[in-house]
């Protein structure tokens, strides 16, 4: 779209904001933004153009915020115009002139995407600017991107050996990205557990995991000294049976409503404040539920890189 015709149409402000869509999650993310009542300047598939907004949207995988366009009339300018910002620039696509970008970006000292070294919490703190092209003739800058990882880029170099499954990749990126933290005299429980991955990335962080699930662990993770395995049902067991815990983290398989039950019981019943739990759909996301779980206190809802058609909430008093 032109720009001065997306001025004029949409009252384009000269700072706006940029959106990212989850891949496949576009339709999440505009209802999302439709009952937030925030007016969409612009969308496709690739990205979204905003108004400045005061937080991140769970349906975004990144939020570039405080953007500005930037015209120029030439290849040349353009480039010189990247090449003034100090940083070293990442490229998000748009669906604007493929060629002209790739012909952009190898005159330029571009930040490379790379697979993230899991560590707790992660060192990273690179300084980098974003930018993309809206048209022909005009650059959109976003000088400070609020991601710590260039465009919520969450891919890590994974450990292919010891994890029973791929489930441990999200409990990675909420102990990388520092979005909890855990301490070693913590004792955690992990409901829904089986085949284990979760429980086997928060054993090397905590006390103690209690790992309860009707469906036994992989042998490898039930050998781990610090993980109590416990073949029992995670939606019947007693919560004041485990008095000691100060967390409660489940990647289950169960409906939104059954799991904010599950939540409900745990919070009357037992001492534990601190909650990680994965809310998955079937279909369309449930806004409504999502709701019930913001309702909570010291709580949150994202989308991690590493979820599918599911919501991560998390609990934790500070």
């Known amino acids: 779209m032109d720009c001065s015709r997306l001025q004029r149409r949409k009252k384009l402000h000269p700072n706006f904001d940029v959106l990212i869509p989850f891949l496949r999650f576009e339709k999440e993310l505009e209802q999302e933004l439709l009952l937030s009542g925030q007016e969409i300047l612009s969308k496709n598939s690739k990205y979204f153009i905003v108004n400045t907004l005061t937080s991140k949207p769970i ?10 366009l930037i015209p120029f009339e030439n290849k040349s300018q353009a480039v010189k115009v990247l090449k003034n910002t100090k940083n070293l620039g990442v490229h998000f696509e748009t669906d604007a002139n493929a060629k002209l970008a790739e012909a952009l970006k190898k005159e330029l000292r571009e930040f490379k995407l790379k697979r993230i070294d899991f560590e707790v919490p992660s060192p ?19 000088n400070n991107p609020t991601s710590q990882f260039p465009l919520g880029w969450h891919e890590f170099n994974e450990d292919k050996d010891t994890p029973p499954n791929r ?11 520092n979005y909890i933290q855990l301490k070693p005299k913590d004792i955690v429980i992990d409901v829904g557990s089986s085949p284990g991955g979760w429980s086997w990335a928060l054993s090397q962080y905590v006390k103690k995991v209690y790992s309860i699930d009707k469906a036994q662990l992989d042998n490898k ?20 049976d485990y008095n000691d815990c100060t967390w409660l983290f489940s990647d289950i398989i169960c409906t939104p409503e059954r799991l904010l039950s599950l939540v409900e019981n745990w919070h009357k019943k037992s001492q ?10 079937k279909g369309n996301c449930d ?22 058609n599911e919501v991560t909430w998390i609990k934790q008093v500070k």
């Open 124 to 142: 990273f703190n690179f300084k980098y600017f974003a930018w993309g092209l809206l048209d022909n003739s005009n650059l959109i800058l976003c």
């Open 167 to 177: 489930a441990y990749l999200k409990m990675w990126e909420v102990l990388c990205l």
């Open 287 to 308: 806004f409504d539920i999502i709701k019930e779980f913001k309702k909570y206190e010291n709580s949150k809802i994202i989308h991690l890189y590493q979820n599918k």
């Open 221 to 240: 993770i039930v050998k781990i000294p610090n993980i109590s395995y416990q073949s029992e049902d995670a939606f019947q067991i007693n919560p004041k």
């Open 59 to 68: 349906w975004a995988q990144d939020w570039l915020s405080n953007c500005t």
């Open 272 to 281: 534990i404040k601190n909650y990680v739990c994965t809310i998955k759909f």
